[in-house]
């Protein structure tokens, strides 16, 4: 069965974003952890690959066309694009050959003595992390965090690096209120400024969008922001890939007054119970993983599954020339729709191969 890559990768980036979801600050990069998850099914049987093929939607796709079509290409877009850099590694404790060529090539697994003790397993891993994704994740494992019970580890990162802002986008440094919540306020660094950008509003969600454009031509940053200050949670709930990809196409060039805040997310997040929550289970529990595709004895699970990821939102992105704007204090005599991020929204970056490669909600500074 032929797989719609960027739709079966957009849903479970929604999905996941959904098991996350907490009401704090979240980041992730979708399209790394879809190409571990889906690497390491290539190596289970039974009811192991069945829990992840569900979440990850391979719906009939055989693993052929997983390995090539899946692992292989979503390597190439990732090593096509300059602005991610990333590093993704299945750290197993002993050296056996997974039996699939695409994965051997790309050097997912990476073998270590797990008899050393977890603290040498742990700066292992932590000088490979620092090696591979350009020392943007220094100390990833803090000391203490293996144990002597840990296993076969699953660990990636992402980090976006700024990119200019269309031409078009020059920026203003502002500060203005945000409120957490409906009961707390802060007031914080935001970026302002007037232009023509891609706008919808979606009367059954109570939210609106605006896409903000790259210089790059290829991507957006997306920050979908709901009505009410405490709305972001009940959207997240009702939010499906087909209605996200229905406002995109309901997009229309409109005259908007951007607020929007400033923002720097670097996040390490521990995914274990986030997929548990989206029913991948047996690859956690001892006696019940099953990855004989991977080594004869079934005698390894999966310990942890850590994910870091790292995005910033400046006016400095478009280092744009100190020149007059339209924008002055709050004044201004053009009829521009305003939209102000003032409270808790959803942001994601999305590729004009309709494919999201970054997704989170930012609550708090």
């Known amino acids: 069965m032929a797989l719609d890559l960027e739709h079966t990768m957009n849903r479970f980036a929604l999905d996941l974003y959904r098991s996350c979801e907490s009401g704090e600050n979240i980041v992730f990069s979708p399209i790394v952890i879809f190409m571990t998850l889906s690497a390491i099914y290539l190596d289970t049987n039974g009811n192991t690959a069945k829990q992840i093929a569900t979440a990850l939607h391979f719906d009939n796709v055989d693993s052929w066309s997983i390995q090539t079509n899946v692992v292989g290409n979503i390597d190439i877009w990732i090593h096509l694009n300059d602005f991610l850099t990333s590093a993704n590694g299945i750290f197993a404790p002993e050296n056996h050959i997974t039996p699939w060529p695409i994965i051997q090539g790309l050097h997912f697994y990476q073998y270590v003595d797990f008899t050393k003790g977890p603290e040498v397993v742990r700066e292992h891993i932590n000088t490979w992390v620092a090696e591979n994704a350009k020392h943007k994740f220094p100390d990833l494992l803090p000391p203490g965090y293996l144990t002597a019970l840990d296993s076969l580890l699953m660990i990636n990162t992402a980090y976006f690096h700024k990119k200019m802002w269309m031409s078009h986008l ?18 914080i660094p935001f970026m302002q400024t007037i232009g023509m950008v891609n706008f919808v509003y979606d009367r059954s969600l109570k939210c609106k969008m605006v896409e903000m454009p790259f210089d790059n031509g290829d991507n957006s940053l997306y920050i979908l922001l709901p009505d009410d200050v405490d709305g972001l949670s009940g959207i997240a709930d009702k939010l499906t890939i087909d209605i996200l990809e229905n406002m995109i196409s309901r997009m229309h060039e409109t005259l ?85 991020a003032s409270h808790p929204f959803l942001f994601f970056e999305y590729h004009r191969n309709s494919l999201i490669w970054s997704m989170g909600r930012f609550s708090k500074p």
């Open 170 to 187: 020059h920026f203003q440094r502002t500060f203005r209120s945000f409120r957490h919540s409906s009961t707390e306020l802060v007031y």
């Open 256 to 340: 908007l007054h951007l607020k929007i805040p400033k923002f720097k997310l670097s996040k390490t997040t521990e995914l274990t119970e986030a997929l548990k929550d989206l029913a991948i289970e047996d690859m956690f529990i001892v006696d019940k993983a099953n990855f004989t595709g991977f080594k004869e004895e079934n005698d390894i699970h999966v310990s942890k599954v850590i994910h870091a990821a790292a995005v910033e939102l400046n006016e400095d992105s478009a280092e744009a020339p100190a020149k007059s704007l339209v924008v002055a204090g709050e004044r201004s005599n053009i009829h521009a729709l305003i939209f102000e």
